[in-house]
Structures are given as structure tokens and as C-alpha cells.
């Protein structure tokens, strides 16, 4: 992503996590946590829509953790169903305990089910994959963000997963779901609310 990107590998459960690390310039103020799309469909932690939270994160003052979820680029193990990336996820989680978690499509999905399983301020969700996953709620506060035509998770079906939790869905005007043309449009939206 940049010059000063650097790599971690965290000891997970099934073998080593590759993350893709970058800190702001200035003082750090806490760490985000950003899980990349579907890994059996492309997604990897240089997805552009991943790169754009992590730059967003990285101009609010937030150290940006990018794990590749198991068996996609330095990170062991094979997919799992979304159980293990869960459970990766997790391990991220305990060591670095970041202030954040954000995701985008399968990796929103992934970081709804962590959050279920750990104390989490505020989260930053883009594209969530509900039509794929039963996805829990999400705390109170949470930043949902969602292309008017994404073609790949139709509004309707996030918008009936975020009714009963009474959580508004921020919209993209005419952004698809990778946010072709449309990314500094969502890096704006993800800065006003965590600058």
C-alpha cells in the first residue's frame, strides 16, 4: 500500500497470519482491525475497498492491521466456512486489541460474529455480506456503508438485516459493490465519522 507498509505474522489456529501493517505519521490513537472480502472469490488484504478503510483508519490517527484470512497469500490453512476466519480474526484481536474492527462483504460479515464474541467499540462495515452469512447484530453505533447498486448484495437484503436492530445504512449513490469510481467516497464518509 505504501513505502512504509511493513508484515506481521501472528500465530493463529491454523498456522501463521500474514497482516499487512501501517501506522499514521503523528501519535497513534489506537488500531483498526480490517478484514478483506470472500478469499475463494479474490479477496485479499490489497483489495482495493480494504486499502481505502485502511488509508481512511491511517488518516485518523489509527494503526491499520490487514490480516489475510488462512490459505490466502503468507497465511496458513484453508477456508473454513467462515468459522476459522472467525477464529483468526480472533487471534489478531488478542494481540493487538484494536479500538476498531471494519470489514468489507465476507470480512464485514467476519467481523459481525467477532464481534459477538468480544468487546468492540466502534465497528465500520461496508457491503455486509448478509445474503451469504447470518449475520448477528452489531453494537449500537455502527458504521454500515452500502453501494445503491450492489449487484453482488442487494440494498434490500442489508436493509432488512439492519431494520430490527433500528441501525441506519449509509448509501452510495450509485456505487456498485466494490465501489468502482466511488472509493474516495466511501474514504470520506469513513473519516468524518472516526476523525
Known amino acids: 500500500m505504501r513505502p512504509s507498509t511493513r508484515r506481521e505474522l501472528v500465530a493463529g489456529p491454523a498456522g501463521r497470519i500474514e497482516c499487512a501493517v501501517d501506522a499514521p505519521e503523528g501519535e497513534v490513537r489506537g488500531r483498526a482491525l480490517i478484514a478483506h472480502p470472500h478469499p475463494q472469490f479474490g479477496g485479499t488484504l ?3 475497498v480494504v486499502q481505502t478503510l485502511a488509508r481512511a483508519f491511517i488518516e485518523c490517527g489509527y494503526e491499520s492491521w490487514r490480516p489475510n484470512f488462512r490459505g490466502i497469500g503468507e497465511s496458513e490453512g484453508a477456508y473454513d466456512g467462515g468459522k476459522g476466519e472467525v477464529d483468526d480474526l480472533f ?3 488478542e494481540k493487538i486489541h484494536p479500538s476498531v474492527l471494519a470489514g468489507f462483504s465476507f470480512g464485514a460479515a ?3 460474529m467477532l464481534a459477538k464474541r468480544v468487546k468492540t467499540g466502534p465497528m465500520a ?4 455480506a448478509v445474503t451469504s452469512f447470518e449475520v448477528p447484530p452489531v453494537p449500537a453505533g455502527t458504521l454500515v456503508i452500502h453501494g445503491e447498486r450492489d ?3 442487494p440494498l434490500a437484503a442489508v436493509l ?3 431494520r430490527p436492530q433500528e441501525l441506519p445504512v449509509t448509501l452510495v449513490p450509485e456505487a ?3 465501489f468502482h469510481r466511488k472509493l474516495h467516497v466511501l474514504r470520506t464518509i469513513v473519516t468524518r465519522c472516526f476523525g
Open 151 to 153: 449487484e453482488t448484495i
Open 160 to 162: 432488512d438485516w439492519a
Open 176 to 178: 456498485d459493490h466494490f
Open 125 to 128: 462495515l461496508v457491503g455486509v
Open 110 to 112: 467476519m467481523q459481525a
Open 91 to 93: 487471534a489478531v484481536y
Open 46 to 48: 490489497d483489495n482495493k
